[in-house]
């Protein structure tokens, strides 16, 4: 069975930071690019940052540039998404997500951050930044 387990959100002040962990199971993850999302009360679900997993190609919001970091280990199964100087406006439930990428893996990926691309969600977890 494929699955997907996001952990690691919690209640932390603004300007701090917080280390979220993805592991993934029943599928070919070099296969793969690993994406983080974020949805929160009344809005849109939004793409957060996105590796891919056969060359480690990177991709972010301009929202979190400069302030997260996404990282994968392949021999594990994980994706990373360290998160640092947060703002009141990262509170969201967080998920990983999975798209296969079949004849585009290790190309180029500018519509990484549409939902509707990927294949298998995990359940996501909650992350609060308070101010």
């Known amino acids: 069975d494929v699955q997907l387990q996001a952990s690691g959100g919690g209640l932390v002040q603004a300007g701090g930071s917080l280390r979220l962990s993805c592991v993934a199971s029943?599928?070919?993850?070099?296969?793969?690019?690993i994406a983080w999302f974020r949805q929160a009360p009344g809005k849109e679900r939004e793409g957060v940052s996105c590796?891919?997993?056969?060359?480690?190609?990177?991709y972010y919001a301009d929202s979190v540039k400069g302030r997260f970091t996404i990282s994968g280990d392949n021999a594990k199964k994980m994706v990373y998404l360290e998160m640092s100087r947060l703002r009141p406006e990262d509170t969201a439930v967080y998920y990983c997500?999975?798209?296969?990428?079949?004849?585009?893996?290790?190309?180029?990926?500018?519509?990484?951050?549409?939902?509707?691309?990927?294949?298998?969600w995990g359940q996501g977890t909650q992350v609060t930044i308070s101010s």
């Open positions: 029943g599928f070919t993850f070099d296969d793969y690019a």
């Open positions: 590796i891919e997993n056969s060359n480690g190609n990177t």
């Open positions: 997500a999975a798209e296969w990428r079949g004849i585009h893996v290790g190309q180029d990926h500018p519509d990484w951050g549409s939902p509707d691309r990927y294949d298998y």
